[in-house]
């Protein structure tokens, strides 16, 4: 095939209707006349996460407070459907996930159950690239213990800004380590770490490990349960697609299972113990244990419609087209952006990258405000990157051509100058 068929709309068109997951595009609210390339941000809004939302409210108006025992899904379990449905995205058991809190709540509850310090050990390893609320939350796990962070917080260093190599993690690995929290994907490069070796070398030295895979689920398969990963934590509104704010998620490996939870509640209980309202907490036999207060129902109710296309479409297929999608976009990029100084910033190996295109220019903030004022949207990432994320179950293949032509339009017209290089607010 020459390239100059490669890039063609046709082209793109023909990869379309071979696409096996074509289907769920129409499942989803599109916005008229937008491109949208910021899933791994927000994911967009399903007909079937809308449903799920208003047959709890269904339930809610028909049933009152016997709706957390009677209707099709009670609400006293829910957290646990939940985490049943979420458990083949990560490669886990059933019962070592549960749906609860938030991506920050979730992580100071691991730290506080199982960051132990002892001895000389009393380090928690992460990375200078991990996306600053967990780092935000480690500090602040160590000063509740009295320890200084600028010691006691050790953040690997990149060699290039973009990546981690995973020989630096493990040789950062000392006996000072007690903990160490790293993201499954960079939220900035896409980088995908290797997880298993990762867990492998952690667990050689008796360190345990937790991942964040906020940009990883849904996006990437994993196997935690295999690899022996000790604990994850993830948010579930990006590639899950469960809604602004929607509810998070943990997993715990079955071996820690029976500890007490460091931040105790109301959920934290057995089950079968909860309403003896008794004062000292039978904690329940499982990921169950991590939760604390009441489990916000509707915040939690869309995840049940999205994960459901999950559970037909299987993560395996999610990333076979996640990964047609990027390289694609990665060729246009070097084919008809390669005289305007684009810097593709993600790592080319598929198989060490994530769901999304990592562009970097020294013009990208206003690069990112042209495209928006083009119908693209993007996501901007301070100091110079744009992230680009084709969704396997609603962007097409003739999508991404279309965004690399308005890209390059942009910059031969120098549409960009019309605005100002800087983020937004919320950028």
Not at 75 to 95: R, S
Not at 395 to 424: A, C, G, H, S
């Amino acid at each position: 095939m020459s390239e100059k068929e490669f890039t063609t709309k046709a082209y793109a068109q023909k990869l379309d209707s071979v696409d096996e997951l074509k289907q769920y595009r129409n499942e989803f609210y599109l916005q008229s006349g937008t491109i949208y390339f910021d899933g791994n941000s927000l994911g967009l809004l399903s007909r079937r996460a809308e449903q799920a939302l208003h047959t709890v409210l269904e339930s809610w108006k028909t049933y009152g407070i016997d709706g957390w025992l009677k209707g099709e899904n009670p609400w006293f379990y829910f957290p646990e459907k939940l985490g049943e449905m979420t458990a083949p995205l990560i490669g886990a058991k059933p019962e070592e996930v549960i749906i609860t809190g938030s991506t920050t709540v979730n992580l100071h509850q691991i730290v506080s159950t199982f960051y132990q310090p002892e001895g000389k050990r009393t380090k928690i390893l992460a990375d200078e690239l991990n996306f600053p609320t967990d780092i935000y939350a480690l500090k602040s796990q160590l000063k509740i213990r009295g320890l200084n962070p600028e010691e006691h917080l050790v953040q690997v260093k990149s060699r290039d800004g973009l990546t981690i190599r995973e020989e630096d993690i493990i040789e950062a690995m000392t006996d000072e380590v007690a903990l160490i929290v790293l993201a499954g994907v960079l939220y900035r490069s896409g980088q995908i770490l290797d997880m298993k070796k990762i867990t492998e070398a952690a667990h050689k030295r008796g360190i345990v490990v937790a991942f964040d895979l906020c940009h990883s689920i849904g996006s990437i398969p994993h196997s935690l349960s295999e690899w022996g990963a000790d604990f994850a934590f993830w948010c579930s509104y990006k590639h899950l697609n469960g809604g602004p704010g929607a509810v998070a998620g943990i997993y715990v490996n079955e071996k820690h299972f029976g500890i007490n939870p460091g931040l105790a509640g109301w959920f934290s209980s057995d089950k079968n113990k909860q309403f003896d309202m008794e004062h000292d907490l039978t904690p329940a036999p499982n990921a169950g244990a991590m939760q604390m207060g009441t489990p916000n129902l509707l915040s939690a109710a869309p995840l049940l419609g999205s994960l459901s296309m999950f559970t037909e479409a299987g993560i395996d297929k999610i990333r076979n087209k996640s990964l047609k999608l990027t390289d694609y976009m990665i060729d246009l990029i070097k084919i008809e952006l390669g005289n305007f100084e684009f810097k593709i910033g993600n790592p080319l190996d598929p198989d060490k990258r994530g769901g999304h295109v990592f562009l970097e220019h020294e013009e990208a903030a206003r690069i990112c405000k042209a495209l928006k004022d083009n119908g693209v949207i993007p996501d901007f990432r301070t100091p110079n990157g744009i992230r680009l994320a084709p969704v396997a179950l609603y962007n097409t293949f003739e999508e991404v051509w279309e965004v690399v032509q308005i890209l390059k339009k942009i910059m031969e017209e120098e549409q960009y100058k019309k605005f100002e290089n800087k983020r937004d607010v919320v950028a």
